[in-house]
C-alpha cells in the first residue's frame, strides 16, 4: 500500500536517555512503513545542546514558529549532577521552558485512559484537562541565598527613574529569598488559549489561584480572566451550554475529587505542573497523559509530559532488558500528525492518526502491556512486554485495523 504523502513538514525535536531510544523505535515501526515523513530535524539530547550554547533549542522554537505543528520527544533538564555526568559548560535552561516562552503558550495535558487501567478516584469517567500557564513564576524566578542579618527590599525602577519599594522581610540571621514574576501580556495569551480550547473541545473551564492571600500577583491573574472572559468570551460560551467559573486553588482540589471529570482545569505555572501530575498518577501512570502547547497564533507543539526515564535507559546501557511505556511518545506523534492532516487538509493523515491511537489502547485492552501498566491494571493474565515487543505489538494490532 502507497504511504500517505505529507505537504508540510513537522518540526521534529529529539530527546535524550530512554525516550530517545523509543522515538527511533516508534519512528521505524509505526512511523515510516506507513508515512513518507517529513520532518525538519532538530537535536535536543543534552550533548548536542551544550556544543550549540542551547542554541539548538532557539531554532527549533523558530522553526515550530515557521511550520505551526511540532513533536518533542522527552529531555533532561540539567542539575548539578547532569553538570559533571556530561562535563557541561553551563546549567542549561528547561528546553521545554525556553520553547513556552518563545511561543507564549499554554499547555493543555490531559490522562489517556484506556480499559483495565481505572483511574484512583473512582468517580472520574471522563478525563480531566489541566491548562498550564507556560511563563513565569517559580520558572523564571531569581533567587538569593541571604547570609548574615539584613533587609530584604522588592524594588520596581519605573523609565522615568521613579521607584517603588516594599519590604520583604528583616532578616535576623541566614535565610534565603525568591522573586518571582509575570506580565499582564502573557496571562491574557493564557487567559485566551483556555477560552478558545474550551470552546473548541466543548468543555467547562475552571481557574483557580489564591488571591485570598496573594492578593495582587494572584488577584492580576483572577482579573484579567474575568475581562477577557467578559469581553471576548461570555456569549460565545453561553451560545454553547458552557461554564466558565473562579475558585481558589484548594478549593478547587477538593471540588476536582468529587466531580466525573471532563472539564479543563486552568492554573498558574507550578500549580498546573504539579496538578497534572496528580491527575496522571491518579489515572495510572505519567506515561499515560497527553500534552500540547498551544500558542495565541495557533501554533502547536506536542510532547510527552514524562522525564526521559534515567533508569530504565542506565540499564538499557548496560545490555538489560527494560519494560518502558512508550504511549504518551506515541500519543505525541499522534497528535502531531493529526493536528499536521487537519492543517494541510490531508484527511488520510488524520485518520492514521486516529488509527495508531486505537492500535495502542487495544493492545493493552489485549492484555499487552509494559510493567507499570501490568502492577495496577485490573485485566486478568495480561503479558508483559518488554520496551521494544510492546511497539511490535501495537505495529502488530494496526496491522489487524
Keep these: 500500500m502507497a504511504k500517505i504523502q505529507m505537504k508540510t513538514p513537522l518540526v521534529e525535536m529529539d530527546g535524550d536517555e530512554m525516550t530517545r531510544i523509543l522515538w527511533q523505535i516508534i519512528k521505524d515501526e509505526l512511523l515510516l512503513p506507513y508515512i513518507d515523513l517529513k520532518t525538519e530535524y532538530y537535536d535536543l539530547g543534552l550533548e548536542y545542546r551544550n556544543e550549540t550554547n542551547d542554541q539548538v533549542t532557539i531554532d527549533s522554537a523558530e522553526a515550530t514558529k515557521k511550520y505551526g505543528v511540532a513533536v518533542k520527544c522527552a529531555t533532561i533538564t540539567p542539575n548539578a549532577a547532569r553538570m559533571t555526568e556530561y562535563d557541561l559548560k553551563e546549567m542549561w535552561k528547561s528546553p521545554n521552558g525556553t520553547i513556552r516562552a518563545a511561543l507564549d503558550g499554554t499547555v493543555f495535558r490531559a490522562p489517556i485512559q484506556v480499559k483495565g487501567i481505572e483511574p484512583c478516584v473512582k468517580n472520574w469517567k471522563k478525563p480531566i484537562t489541566l491548562a498550564r500557564h507556560a511563563y513565569g513564576d517559580v520558572y523564571k524566578n531569581t533567587e538569593i541565598k541571604v547570609s548574615c542579618k539584613g533587609k530584604a527590599e522588592l524594588v520596581f525602577t519605573a523609565e522615568d527613574g521613579t521607584e517603588t519599594r516594599e519590604v520583604i522581610h528583616t532578616f535576623d540571621g541566614p535565610g534565603i ?189 489485549d492484555g499487552k502491556m509494559t510493567k507499570d501498566l501490568a502492577l495496577i491494571t485490573s485485566l486478568k493474565d495480561v503479558t508483559v512486554l518488554n520496551s521494544q515487543d510492546f511497539i511490535k505489538a501495537i505495529r502488530e494490532t494496526l496491522e489487524t485495523l
Design 177 to 365: 529569598l525568591q522573586g518571582i514574576h509575570n506580565t499582564d501580556q502573557s496571562i491574557t495569551s493564557f487567559a485566551k488559549a483556555c477560552f478558545s480550547y474550551a470552546l473548541d473541545t466543548k468543555q467547562d473551564l475552571w481557574f483557580a489561584t489564591k488571591d485570598t492571600i496573594s492578593k495582587k500577583y494572584d488577584h492580576n491573574f483572577k482579573d484579567i480572566f474575568q475581562e477577557v472572559y467578559d469581553t471576548e468570551y461570555k456569549e460565545a460560551f453561553e451560545k454553547a451550554g458552557l461554564t466558565y467559573f473562579y475558585t481558589l486553588i484548594d478549593d478547587a482540589v477538593a471540588r476536582v475529587m468529587k466531580t466525573d471529570g471532563g472539564f479543563i482545569w486552568a492554573c498558574k505555572n507550578y500549580d498546573g505542573d504539579v496538578m497534572s501530575d496528580m491527575v496522571s498518577s491518579a489515572c495510572g501512570s505519567l506515561a499515560m497523559m497527553t500534552s500540547v502547547l498551544v500558542s495565541p497564533t495557533g501554533v502547536y507543539e506536542y510532547e510527552a509530559a514524562h522525564g526521559t526515564v534515567q533508569r530504565h535507559y542506565y540499564k538499557h546501557l548496560n545490555g538489560e532488558e527494560t519494560s518502558t511505556n512508550s504511549v504518551a511518545t506515541i500519543f505525541a506523534w499522534t497528535g502531531a500528525l493529526r493536528k499536521r492532516g487537519e492543517l494541510d487538509e490531508i484527511p488520510e493523515l488524520s485518520e492514521f492518526a486516529d488509527k495508531l491511537e486505537k492500535a495502542t489502547l487495544k493492545t493493552i485492552e
